[in-house]
């Protein structure tokens, strides 16, 4: 187990030996704090969160080891200190077993390959929709195992009921957050005068963690968990520091018809003006620049080793056998002999439906006449 470690002063070289033994493997890299991804809220008459500066100019925070084994070499971890340090709550889990675990099918074929093995995990119950209406306190921040994303437990202030959601970036113990899916609270109607304004209703609701329909996001607005239909849950941007930008609003006279969003890949994407999004980027968005530093933490993970098919045997890849480096001077395939490279679309050179028509023309040239 990592532990700090343990700085003494020996008063001499017999100490030194003595005290060997408290030495430990972690060494934290002094850092600079991370600026902030998100702002908290909507400010000013214009309802639209601050811009976001590029990403290249942001301190990663990583966490390193001294070399003292040959697996803590490159071993690199985000630093995330505010994580609970026990266990899930038991009764929003279920255990993961059985042949999924190994990438089988309901038949037990083997449809995803290099999965098996790994420590033993629970599924947590996560709260996609979040139709719940009322006030919500984070309770603590958890890591899962199940995804690169961290969790927030929250509990409704009124009915004391207690659920799993995908953490914003940001997001503490002791933060209190909202769904408004399920429409508009009374008290903050009454606040507005009894009439909706737009302005004041994203000042008042565009806060990190809180979850709205998308067609009450001002444009321009950074959200995650968006979902695409409207009773549906959230289908996009569920990973570690991924995020969707509302793009535009069509609207058939005061009615919101659909919203177009921009994926991270670019990607433009229609989707039901009440279907939800959650106001921020999700959590832990250095996850992506950590390393394992050894196979063995691959293992632990549930991920099985790789083999080129060129280092096989015949018998068990077109690429193997032979003597040397050589894979028969044939085009690359996968196990099964289905093209890597190119293959029928991208190797066909014709227009399809040049030839269907010169087909066409030449088969009737060849009928008989009656």
């Not at 060494?27 to 500066?53: E, K, N, W, Y």
Request: with cysteine; aromatic share 4%; glycine share 12%.
């Amino acid at each position: 187990m990592l532990q700090p470690r343990i700085h003494l002063r020996p008063s001499s070289r017999a100490c030194k030996c003595l005290l060997s033994v408290f030495r430990n493997y972690a060494t934290v890299v002094q850092t600079r704090p991370l600026p902030s991804i998100v702002p908290t809220a909507v400010t000013g008459d214009v309802a639209q969160l601050q811009a976001q500066g590029p990403r290249r100019d942001e301190v990663i925070q990583l966490r390193t080891y001294k070399p003292r084994t040959p697996g803590l070499r490159h071993l690199k971890r985000p630093i995330n200190d505010h994580l609970f340090k026990g266990r899930p709550l038991r009764k929003l889990t279920i255990a993961k077993t059985g042949q999924g675990k190994g990438g089988r099918n309901n038949s037990g074929r083997v449809t995803v390959r290099h999965r098996g093995g790994g420590h033993k995990r629970r599924i947590r119950i996560i709260d996609f929709k979040r139709m719940l209406p009322g006030e919500h306190v984070v309770e603590r921040i958890e890591y899962d195992p199940n995804r690169s994303a961290h969790l927030a437990l929250i509990t409704n202030s009124k009915t004391k009921e207690q659920s799993y959601i995908i953490a914003a970036d940001g997001m503490r113990t002791g933060d209190k957050i909202e769904s408004f899916r399920s429409g508009i609270p009374a008290p903050l109607l009454k606040s507005m005068g009894g009439v909706i304004d737009p302005g004041m209703l994203a000042a008042k609701t565009a806060f990190r963690g809180n979850c709205l329909p998308v067609r009450m996001v001002p444009l321009g607005t950074q959200v995650f968990n968006v979902g695409s239909k409207s009773a549906g849950g959230a289908v996009f941007c569920r990973s570690a520091g991924t995020y969707a930008t509302v793009v535009s609003k069509e609207e058939v006279g005061k009615k919101v018809k659909e919203v177009v969003v921009r994926l991270q890949s670019g990607e433009m994407r229609k989707v039901s003006p009440d279907a939800c999004c959650t106001i921020g980027v999700a959590s832990n968005p250095q996850s992506h620049f950590g390393q394992l530093g050894k196979a063995g933490r691959a293992r632990w993970l549930g991920i099985r080793p790789t083999v080129r098919g060129l280092a096989m045997n015949a018998a068990d890849h077109p690429h193997g056998g032979g003597r040397g480096k050589s894979k028969g001077n044939v085009h690359p395939v996968s196990p099964w002999g289905v093209l890597a490279k190119g293959g029928y679309k991208t190797r066909r050179k014709r227009n399809p439906n040049k030839w269907m028509v010169q087909d066409r023309e030449r088969n009737q040239g060849k009928r008989r006449p009656r």
